[in-house]
């Protein structure tokens, strides 16, 4: 264990994340009495140029009026590109001052934006004596992101957590595809021809370096990664697959930009009766070594020693958050 320890960030449950366009107010109402662990909702890219300003209006009403409890409520906010990000802060933190949990950034390129975001988020607090402090969230959608993200993970103490932003990273990096989520056909692989001649073809996951420098970054600094948007709301086999990569890697949780696929992400992020199963056994055995001086076991034939501990801890643990 290196001597450099960075805390971690609030242990919210964080397996869903559901997204909620600030335009539609009977939406923000129908979310707010959804499944989700977390609800951002949006004035940013579900939200037309016109609508702006009305979002942010929707959005201080539903935060002051509705009954939020039992859900982390995340405000998604135009970009430090746009001349709507400093209106989104000041008049929905002001309008609603200790209602929101998560102020989220999209297409966070450097530190120094997470820095202004904090400083203005700063400011408002003080004069607001808003009774909350306001805790961070970077999307990584950038090519410019990606480069500097153990910068942008480490940028302030309000960090919580960092999202993969696969459609607007699929633009920034000029990936030739349009979909937004999921395997492309193209990237695949061809095998060899065997002997009879026949070759397969294995569909690879483009966005495995992504998803996984993503979880390191945000491991490395005690932050929650989390898998973005899957586009194909239809397709609910291809949203399970794709959570369940990211999940493996090391992700807390997924987007829902539907109703639909809260509960999935809700259900696919909990480790299984048969996986805590599994960890506790490793755990017991672990402890009858420990007793007779060992380091090492063997358990249902594979060898486990002190670090399969701290594996089986990580799914014992998270199956305790999620039973609350
Ligand atoms: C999310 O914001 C995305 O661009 O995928
Ligand atoms: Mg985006």
Redesign the pocket.
Known sequence: MSFTVHDQAPARLNRSEQAVPGSNARFIEKAAQGNADVVFLDL??AVAPDEKENARKNIIAALNDLDWSGKTVSLRINGLDTHYMYRDLVEVLEGAPGKLDLVMV?KVGTAADIYTVDCLITQIEAATKAPKRIGLEA?I?TALGMANIDAIAAASPRMESL?????????STKAATTG??GPNPAYGVLTDPAEDGHRDYHWGDMWHYAIARMVVAARAHGLRPLD??FGDIQDAEGYKAQARRARVLGCEGK?AIHPSQTDLANDLFTPSEAEVAKAKAILDAMDEAKKAGRGAVTLDGRLIDIASIKQAEVMVHKAAQIAG
């Open positions: 940013e890219d999209p999307i959608e999202h993969f932003g696969v459609a607007d990273y699929a633009a937004i989520g973005g948007p987007w």
